[in-house]
């Protein structure tokens, strides 16, 4: 037998079954695994919505002046972490404690004033009190006492008239009696008088504690309003020493030592790096299934690391109908655009604890839709 014949496999057309045996059971095989890798990929993501058109949001805390000064000190650099309470800058406070020192001699002066009209009532008082009782009842008195005696005097009068027309007096006696009787008459009359005269003055004391009252409530008035303004400038001086009002990083600082700053002028920024979550703009064909409450994956960019979280809310409206320049669909030239409306994603706290997230960073975000 010659051993240099070529065999089946050493032929062109061996090699071409061989390597298409080969393909076969790599296809039979490989199929298989594709359909489970395919299917499990299906299962996995039948029930996944995600999106790579998220970023990290927070809240941006500005820091402003509330009264008008000259900064004294900066007390933190950009970036340096702050607690709430924590002295950010200090304001020159000489200007506001000289007016609080004039307000507070003016409170002063007004409380003595008030000292002075509630002495003037009580004195108002005491004569409206006494022209009212013993001196008025005294009057009183007398001036029915003093009538008391005209009318016996006219009695007298019209008794004797009649004895002295007989003449069974004389006329000198019936003189004398009319004669008591005008003296009467005019004790009466003077006792009248001198009534009148003592409740004039009782109303004019009467006029004078009201004008007294008017006095003391005017001094009161007037302290409130002394009171109120050192209230304002103490306050006004507690706001030269600017603090943190919450926990955070500055960031975007303005100011410096030796500035003029007024009410209202933004000085820096904080960053409350504990207070973020995810904005996820999705687009409107996916939040079908979506609602409060599922359960989400943050992927961020920076490390690739996966934290879990849930659906705090979806958006009333689309991100670019609250744009600075929302779409107007009316002017003729519509094309119809697939929007995407901002989904707001809580980190859970035990996952947020793993990295620091800083608004803006980029992140994909995928919400699990049972």
């Known amino acids: 037998m010659n051993q240099d014949a070529p065999t089946v496999q050493d032929t062109p057309s061996g090699a071409a079954a061989a390597g298409i045996s080969k393909a076969m059971r790599a296809l039979l095989i490989g199929t298989p695994i594709a359909l489970l890798v395919g299917g499990g990929l299906w299962f996995y993501s039948r029930n996944r919505v995600s999106t790579d058109d998220a970023q990290v949001d927070g809240h941006l805390v500005p820091v402003s002046c509330r009264v008008y000064g000259t900064v004294d000190r900066v ?45 003037d009532l ?24 003093k009538k008391a005696s005209l009318d016996k005097a006219k009695s ?80 006004q001086l507690g706001y030269t020493k600017i603090l943190a009002p919450v926990d955070g990083v500055v960031t975007r600082k303005f100011v410096e030592a030796g500035q003029t700053i007024q009410p209202g002028q933004g000085l820096m920024t904080l960053i409350p790096l504990h207070q973020t979550w995810v904005t996820a703009n999705f687009k409107e064909t996916q939040l079908a ?27 009333g409206s689309t991100g670019s109908r609250m744009s600075l320049l929302p779409p107007e669909n009316a002017v003729g030239n519509f094309v119809k655009v697939v929007q995407r409306i901002p989904v ?16 803006g960073m980029n992140v994909e975000a995928t919400v699990i839709l049972k």
Do not use: C, Y
Not at 83 to 110: F, H, N
Not at 293 to 306: L, R, W
């Open 156 to 235: 007298d009068v019209q008794r004797m008239k009649p004895l002295a027309e007989r003449e069974e007096i004389s006329a000198q006696q019936f003189d004398g009696i009319r004669t008591q009787a005008e003296v009467a008459d005019g004790d009466w009359r003077a006792a009248q008088q001198r009534m009148g005269s003592l409740q004039r003055e009782a109303d004019i004391r009467k006029v004078a504690v009201g004008a007294a009252e008017a006095r003391l409530a005017s001094a009161q008035a007037q302290v409130e309003q002394a009171r109120a303004s050192q209230e304002g400038l103490e306050l």
């Open 75 to 119: 007390l933190v650099e950009d970036n340096q972490a702050v607690k709430a309470g924590d002295p950010l800058v200090a304001v020159d406070p000489r200007d506001i404690q000289a007016r609080l020192d004039q307000a507070r001699a003016a409170l002063a002066q007004a409380k003595a004033q008030v000292e002075g009209a509630r002495a």
């Open 289 to 315: 299934k979506m609602k409060p409450g599922q359960e989400a994956e943050v992927k961020i960019d920076m490390n690739g690391m996966v934290l879990k979280g849930h659906v705090d809310s979806i958006a």
């Open 344 to 359: 707001k994603i809580h980190i859970d706290e035990a996952e947020a604890r793993k990295v620091t997230l800083r608004p």
């Open 122 to 145: 009580e004195r108002a008082r005491v004569a409206f009190q006494q022209a009212r009782g013993s001196d008025l009842e005294t009057a009183k008195a007398n001036l029915d006492s």
